[in-house]
């Protein structure tokens, strides 16, 4: 039987790898991913992924070629894959609805926020912000998809003690703050954020991380003109037939 070869691209990360260790094959700021074939369109089918919320996840690990942690993943480099993916498995045209209507963008036009590398040390996923109205300091992270595997877990866990517990952006900031006032211990981050962190602080460090995080500019402007908005990505990125 003839021998066959899937044709593969690289994926330059927003991060640059900037921010894994250099063990770590993500450091190379580069994933190799191969284009999707018959056996990912059966991923995207599977109602069992569906349902139970992995179908894109199980996705993007089938595409991936390059040894590495799909945890490891920074959640903004995750988001280049997802979209380097729909371009290799439909192309780079996605048509989508906004205001009744129909907007088309190409994808391969979609470019990494600007990162001021200065806030960075290479390999150290660490970095201090001094919260603006208490002036505690702490130091952060940014999140990974495993952090937000484990986030997801202890929310649903939440949830089933009480339906309608609302403590999804707390546990967020429990995961992502490293220490308060150089204190690195769990208990003492988890009572701060809930009893002593000011909602005011709480955002002001929201958009700090918001605008040091690396991460692909989903901005588009509609061609009615108007506000820019951020390209959806909804049921019809990965099931264009709909």
Not at 7 to 18: A, D, F, M, N, Y
Not at 153 to 181: F, M
Request: hydrophobic share 35%; glycine share 6%.
């Amino acid at each position: 039987m003839a021998e066959f070869e899937l044709p593969t691209e690289i994926v330059e990360l927003p991060s640059k790898g900037l921010l894994y260790p250099k063990d770590n094959p993500l450091s190379s700021g580069q994933i190799e991913m191969k284009y999707m074939t018959a056996k990912e369109e059966d991923i995207l089918t599977n109602q069992s992924y569906i349902q139970n919320g992995t179908v894109i996840d199980k996705l993007l690990q089938s595409l991936i070629v390059s040894k590495i942690n799909y945890n490891d993943l920074l959640i903004g480099d995750k988001n280049a894959v997802l979209i380097a993916s729909r371009i290799l498995g439909y192309g780079k045209d996605y048509t989508f609805t906004y205001n009744d209507n129909e907007e088309t963008i190409d994808l391969t036009t979609l470019e990494d926020k600007e990162l001021d590398e200065s806030l960075y040390t290479k390999g150290v996923n660490e970095f201090s912000f001094t919260l603006p109205h208490t002036e505690r300091i702490i130091t952060f992270k940014l999140l990974t998809h495993g952090d937000e595997m484990k986030i997801q877990k202890e929310i649903k866990g939440l949830q089933k003690i009480n339906k309608n517990d609302s403590s999804a952006a707390t546990t967020r900031l429990k995961y992502l703050i490293l220490s308060v006032d150089g204190s690195e211990d769990k208990k003492d981050i988890r009572e701060f954020v809930d009893k002593y962190l000011l909602a005011r602080d709480a955002r002001a460090l929201r958009e700090y991380i918001a605008k040091i995080q690396p991460d692909v500019d989903l901005t588009f402007f509609p061609d009615g003109g108007g506000d820019p908005i951020d390209v959806p990505i909804g049921l019809n990125f990965f099931w264009p037939d709909l």
